[in-house]
């Protein structure tokens, strides 16, 4: 008999998978039941035409850890996929990394809320807020 795995074990798996993440950099930081925090570092992947963090690099990373935060409350054998996001941009930068930690509000048999918060963090270690997401996931059944 096989033992369930860990939250952190579960996103480590599912984020290995995927191919967008991978090509940004983004990693791991910490996985519990209901939050997940990641990080990509600041790199010509994740910029747009005036040097500081794309949008959507901002965003896909929200969406990454809002997502996985639902995971980490879903049955074995489940997956998730998100249904619609809201975000606010507050502040762009430039260098050093961003940190996206998502965390779930409500979880359902239907749907989950969840929400992100996304830091910028330079080189000093300053961090400062760079958006904020809400977010409405489904579990969908895995099929790898």
């Not at 010509?44 to 794309?54: A, F, L, P």
């Not at 690099?57 to 049955?75: E, H, N, Q, R």
């Not at 998730?80 to 990394?97: C, D, H, P, R």
């Not at 989950?112 to 807020?129: F, L, P």
Request: glycine share 10%; net charge positive.
């Amino acid at each position: 008999m096989t033992s369930a795995l860990t939250p952190h074990e579960r996103v480590a798996t599912s984020l290995a998978r995927q191919g967008m993440m991978n090509h940004l950099g983004v990693r791991l930081l910490s996985a519990s039941v209901g939050r997940v925090e990641l990080a990509v570092p600041y790199s010509d992947k994740v910029t747009q035409q005036q040097g500081g963090y794309h949008g959507g690099a901002i965003g896909a990373l929200a969406d990454i850890a809002a997502g996985y935060a639902a995971l980490t409350v879903s049955p074995e054998g489940m997956e998730v996929t998100t249904v619609e996001y809201k975000i606010n941009f507050l502040s762009n930068f430039q260098g050093g990394e961003i940190r996206a930690t998502g965390r779930v509000t409500k979880a359902g048999k239907r749907i989950i809320v969840t929400t992100a918060e996304v830091v910028h963090i330079d080189d000093t270690g300053k961090r400062s807020d760079c958006a904020v997401m809400q977010s409405t996931l489904v579990p969908v059944a895995k099929t790898y």
